[in-house]
Structure formats: C-alpha cells, structure tokens
C-alpha cells in the first residue's frame, strides 16, 4: 500500500479526479491548503504571465508590480488542492502519470508536486478489513 | 527523503516560515487544522475546548536536510524560554518517491 499525497492547480481539481477515476481509483480526500515551492531564480520564465497579470490590472504602480511578482515566483503563499490518495502497490505508477498528464501546463512553474509515501496498514471502519482489503 | 508535518501554533507559523526560507528549505505546505494533544484541550470555566487552532506545515526534504529543518521549527515554534503546553509537535514519516508535474522529473 502506498499513500500518493498529489498538490495540484484549483482550476485542476476536477480534471484531476475525472482522470483518477480513469485510472481505477475513485477515493481520495482533497483538502485546500496553501503553499510555495522552490523560489523561481529565472525571472524570464514568469515574465510572460506576469505581463498579463499587470495588462489585466491596467494602470498599476510599484507596489502592484511586487505583489504580481512575488506571486508568480514563489515568495509568497498561494492556493493549491491536495490530494491524499491510498493507493495498492502496481496502481501507483499509473496514478503518477495521469496526474502529471492532466497537470501539466504551458507555465514551466507551479504545476505541483507528488509524493509517495508507505503506508503500513489500512482499517475500514464498517467492516474491520485490514491491509490490502481495506484500501 | 523525509515529509516532515508540523504542528505549530498559528502565530508562529509567519515567522517558521520565514527561517525555513531562509536557512534554504523554501518551499511548504500549509494547512488550518483543529486538534488537541496531550493537554486534553482547554478547561476554561465549565467549558472544554478541545479542538483548538494550530497551523499543520508538510515539508518534504532530502534525508541529509531533515535535522536542520526540524532544528529551525523546534527554535521558532517554541515559546520564548523554556517553551509552553500547546506549542506543538513534528512528525517525520519517509517518502518513497516524488514527482514535479511540470517536468515529469522525479526528485524534490
């Protein structure tokens, strides 16, 4: 048994579980949470977005300008979907891919992370099945 | 590599945040939890508050990285001096594998 925690774009969240489901895994516990990844050292890459961000705002001074960047380059907190997801061994590799393939985006930063962790026993509460039965 | 999940209270959180970030292990989850510890909760008058605010941060960290994140929470999460009832609590589970979707690449 594996526990696959997966952090994923909002605007992917539904996405996500139609490809979950896809795979043979209906069940999984979501919570919002908030979040930053690895500082973006590049400033090139998120130049294109962050264009569009001030374009949107139209006249915008200095202090937008911070805001919009530090956003975009990871300083600052933003919102994300995590996913929890138990998982039988042989299912993990197909439940990564379709994550990533669903995931990913044209932005280069900010797409997510995924973890995969062991899990020692698994307990379903209505019937007391233990271990791979439960999951 | 390790997940390192830490409790802390939620004024703390900032400035856990901020040393983590500085001492290099920039990138955290966070997530608004209510739970009770050893303490049992808070006895105040005739009422008993036991699901009690804290701050739950995820990190996931190289094997080689985990004792001087922990470090840095157990020194900001703690209450100044000897520490208080309530301050919190790490725990450390290991991780198998992990995967950046924008690249596909595994690793942190």
């Known amino acids: ?135 | 590599m390790m997940m390192i999940r830490a409790i802390v209270r939620p004024d703390k959180k900032e400035q856990v945040l901020e040393e983590l970030s500085n001492a290099g292990y920039h990138a955290a989850t966070m997530i608004d939890v209510v739970g009770r510890g050893k303490g049992k909760g808070l006895q105040i008058g005739g009422i008993l508050y036991d699901e009690i605010p804290k701050s739950l941060i995820l990190m996931a960290v190289e094997d080689a990285d985990k004792d001087g994140a922990v470090d840095i929470v157990l020194r900001c999460a703690r209450t100044s001096g000897t520490g208080a009832v309530g301050d919190g609590k790490i725990f450390i589970s290991p991780i198998e594998e992990a995967y950046t979707v924008s690249s596909g690449a595994a690793g942190l």
């Not at chain 1, 999984?28 to 500082?39: H, I, N, P, S």
């Not at chain 1, 949107?56 to 996913?83: C, I, N, W």
């Not at chain 1, 138990?86 to 393939?101: P, T």
């Open chain 1, 1 to 135: 048994m594996k526990e696959i925690i997966a952090i994923v774009r909002m605007n992917k969240v539904s996405a996500t579980k139609k490809a979950l489901v896809e795979v043979g895994v209906a069940g999984f516990t979501a919570v919002k949470v908030m979040g930053r990844g690895k500082l973006v050292k590049d400033p090139s890459v998120i130049e294109e977005r962050k264009q569009n961000l001030l374009n949107l705002a139209g006249q915008y001074d200095s202090h937008t300008e911070k805001r919009v960047t530090e956003f975009l380059d990871g300083t600052s907190l933003f919102p994300r979907r995590m996913f929890t997801i138990l998982a039988h061994d042989e299912d993990v590799k197909d439940i990564i891919e379709a994550i990533i393939r669903i995931n990913r985006t044209e932005y280069k930063v900010g797409d997510g992370k995924i973890f995969v962790s062991p899990v020692f026993d698994a307990i379903r509460v209505r019937t007391g099945e233990t271990g791979e039965a439960a999951v």
